[in-house]
């Protein structure tokens, strides 16, 4: 039990109360009940809380499987910064959000099922979860000339090594990588190609 | 296309007679609600609202007896060990039993948003018209009583033009109940979507236990008798087409229509479902008595990268290849059970499992063997479930492929074909295996590595070195893999698996490897047999069948191709 995201449920639960809150409203509204009213604002209310649940935040652990195109409210979830990544607050939004619902006959589901969203999300909270968005993948550009950096330095065909020690440098290192840049061959070199 | 049919045709008509009983339950129950006369005065006050929640009521009974059938594992490997005499086909269903429970859910779903909304409507409509003062007749029904002598007078259940909706609904049986079982529903399906099953499978386990609410809640659901229709005796004395229209006069002694009589009807919920829930105990009584029996663990090997393979034994337990057990352990979590491809081979005294690292209850798994601390943790076993992959044996060249996870059926088909092949047994018709093997990285399989090295080795031994040939891929590579690879040509032996055949890289191009298995063996019957890993695959299977379509056309020999797919969890 100790690995479970409880936001990650809270997240699903939360989302299917806006679709919900959003469906009575529809009925109460379309269908002119007594105190309709309270039908439209749960249709405000529902669309708000979808929005607003719709990017799935990013798993401690692995990786996470975005929803379809919650790559630009994710983009607005960030600019929010706290509000959207603390739990707390995400808890106390959806309980006020879900109060008004509850006067109407309509909407009194999705007001408990976001309620109860409320206090998965209270769980997640004192737990210390909080919303992370799922950043995309920095493409692999391949590294085209990358490790291109100077010409080769010793290129051959070398002489052996006892003719590439420079008199007076007895103690250099006998594999005697002369310094870089453009060089004489000591021994002449001739094309043979006929 | 031909091949989808001959494999799914009965599939499909499971699901065709399924989904058309609901249409014709619906259209039914719409009907009886909508024209008979015992319901005049009803629909005088809901209007077709009535119809709408008493047909998605019916068919709700429906699936709600359904929903339970499929999740009786031990039920459904009864029928198919029974039904052995049926061909494969009729019998592929009962693995697909899960993805049925899934569509019969999502069918309760919709049909509880049809009943909700069109009781949304009759409740409001019975509201209305207990407030109206206009004399009609929907407020002279409404305004029948509830205690007079006549005491079944009553057709509209709120009681008084003051009541509010929700406590109406919040203080009838129907209403309360209904809330209840409803957010039990929505609980179990937010939990099950399987993004959670996946990662949280506790979380989904243990809320989906909220099914025995759903059923208390539903048996209960209409014993108020809240949806009523007129009496038999009242409609003989005042019917409504002789009386509906001189409602007016329904208070005077000397008309000839009286007030008319109602009466709720008993609860039917009950009929539907008493026997799936008396299928379902037997199920769960009889796979606690199976975890009961004793299961003794002959060998705990650690295998590399953290996989625990599990040697056991079980009185009576017998095996087929192919299938799989669910295991629980207790001293991990007293209810979680979960599914275990076997990987040994049914001609071995032992059936063992390999658990990788996948979550919570795999990690505590592997934790508390590894600490070897004795006594060892108790394990319980319940299976073998699944369909039998034996038609391997009856074929001469068999392919087999198998992605990620999904090779470990294969471990158990392999092994079983050796040991056939050792003690030359006559029903083993293979004479050549082709395996292919594509993963992302072979560290979690080391083990199966294993077995394919000490397979290849006892082909040397006798002298049968082409018999099986297999073909690693490895999809999750990276340009230093391929480097050691290249620089490593030479070398007899692969330097990443240490097998003789060398890994490849990359996803196999089937066109290639179909065209070349099917040269070789003209005349020969192919078996090819696919376990494909569960959730987002490393390849696509979709253009590999779309080969097996070109190869069935001439130009390609006469190799036939009958796909089937190993079923296992």
Wanted: aromatic content about 12%; proline content about 6%; some cysteine.
């Amino acid at each position: 039990m100790g690995q479970i995201e409880w936001a990650m449920w809270a997240n699903e639960q939360a989302l299917a109360s806006g679709l919900i809150l959003v469906a009575g409203g529809i009925v109460a509204t379309a269908g002119r009940f007594t105190q309709w009213y309270f039908g439209t604002y749960a249709i405000a209310a529902g669309v708000l809380v979808c929005l607003l649940e719709y990017p799935r935040g990013s798993r401690a652990k692995g990786s996470t499987l975005e929803r379809c195109g919650q790559r630009y409210l994710t983009a607005v979830l960030k600019l929010l910064g706290p509000l959207s990544r603390n739990y707390y607050f995400r808890a106390a939004l959806h309980l006020a959000l879900s109060v008004p619902a509850g006067f109407l006959l309509a909407t009194i589901l999705g007001t408990v099922c976001l309620v109860i969203a409320s206090i998965i999300y209270l769980l997640a909270a004192v737990r210390g979860e909080q919303w992370t968005p799922i950043e995309p993948r920095p493409k692999e550009r391949p590294q085209v000339g990358g490790t291109i950096k100077q010409p080769p330095s010793n290129p051959p065909p070398r002489p052996p090594v006892e003719a590439r020690k420079k008199p007076g440098e007895e103690d250099a290192t006998p594999a005697g990588g002369p310094p870089g840049g453009p060089r004489v061959n000591p021994i002449p070199v001739t094309d043979e190609v006929v | 296309m031909g091949n989808w049919v001959v494999n799914h045709w009965f599939s499909v008509l499971i699901l065709v007679i399924w989904f058309g009983l609901n249409v014709f339950l619906f259209v039914q129950a719409f009907l009886q609600y909508e024209t008979d006369d015992k319901y005049y005065y009803t629909r005088e006050i809901l209007g077709s609202a009535l119809a709408w929640a008493r047909a998605s009521a019916r068919c709700l009974n429906y699936n709600s007896m359904l929903i339970l059938v499929p999740v009786c594992r031990n039920l459904l490997s009864f029928v198919r060990g029974t039904c052995s005499f049926c061909s494969r086909t009729l019998r592929k269903p009962l693995d697909h039993n899960l993805t049925f429970h899934k569509l019969v859910a999502y069918m309760i779903c919709l049909l509880t948003a049809v009943h909700i909304i069109a009781h949304l409507f009759n409740f409001e409509r019975y509201s209305r018209s207990r407030r109206a003062t206009d004399g009609s007749l929907a407020s002279v029904l409404s305004n029948l009583s509830h205690h007079g002598k006549e005491g079944d007078a009553w057709l509209n259940p709120i009681h008084s033009p003051d009541t509010t909706l929700l406590y109406v609904t919040f203080t009838s049986i129907a209403g309360l109940t209904g809330v209840i079982i409803t957010i039990a529903l929505i609980l179990m399906v937010t939990s099950a979507v399987e993004f959670i099953r996946k990662h949280y499978f506790e979380v989904f386990w243990y809320t989906h236990h909220l099914f025995i609410i759903y059923i208390i809640g539903l048996v209960i659901h209409g014993v108020g008798g809240i949806v009523r229709g007129q009496t038999k005796k009242s409609m003989e004395e005042s019917h409504p087409h002789e009386c509906a229209e001189s409602f007016e006069k329904w208070d005077d002694p000397d008309h000839h229509c009286r007030h008319p009589q109602f009466e709720g009807h008993f609860p039917q919920s009950w009929e539907w479902i008493l026997a799936p829930c008396i299928l379902y105990a037997f199920e769960r009584i009889l796979r606690f008595y199976r975890s009961r029996q004793k299961v003794v663990i002959t060998k705990v090997i650690m295998h590399p990268s953290k996989v625990l393979e599990l040697q056991m034994k079980k009185r009576g337990f017998s095996m087929e290849v192919g299938q799989y057990v669910f295991v629980n352990c207790p001293s991990i979590s007293f209810l979680e059970w979960h599914p275990f491809t076997l990987t040994s081979a049914p001609e071995e005294d032992f059936f063992s499992i390999h658990v990788r690292v996948a979550g919570d209850w795999t990690e505590k798994l592997i934790k508390a063997f590894e600490q070897q601390k004795l006594p060892l943790p108790r394990i319980e076993v319940d299976g073998p479930f699944g369909t039998v992959s034996e038609d391997v044996f009856q074929y001469e060249v068999a392919m087999l492929i198998g992605a990620g996870i999904g090779v470990t059926p294969f471990a158990s088909i392999l092994k079983s074909i050796w040991y056939k092949f050792q003690r030359a047994d006559h029903k083993l018709k293979t004479q050549k295996i082709y395996f292919y093997w594509i993963c992302r990285e072979t560290g979690a399989f080391a083990w199966f590595n294993d077995l394919l090295n000490s397979l290849e080795k006892e082909m040397e031994e006798l002298g049968k070195v082409g018999f099986l040939n297999y073909r690693l891929f490895l999809t999750g590579w990276d340009s230093n893999i391929v480097g050691h690879a290249a620089i490593n040509f030479d070398k007899a032996t692969d330097i990443l698996t240490g097998l003789k055949q060398k890994t490849s890289f990359g996803r196999p191009m089937w066109d290639n490897e179909f065209s070349t298995i099917a040269t070789a063996h003209p005349n020969s019957l192919l078996w090819p047999g696919k376990a494909v890993e569960d959730g987002p695959s490393a390849w696509a299977p979709a253009p590999m069948w779309e080969t097996q379509k070109k190869l069935l056309a001439p130009g390609f020999g006469s190799a036939q191709l009958r796909p089937l797919q190993p079923s296992g969890e």
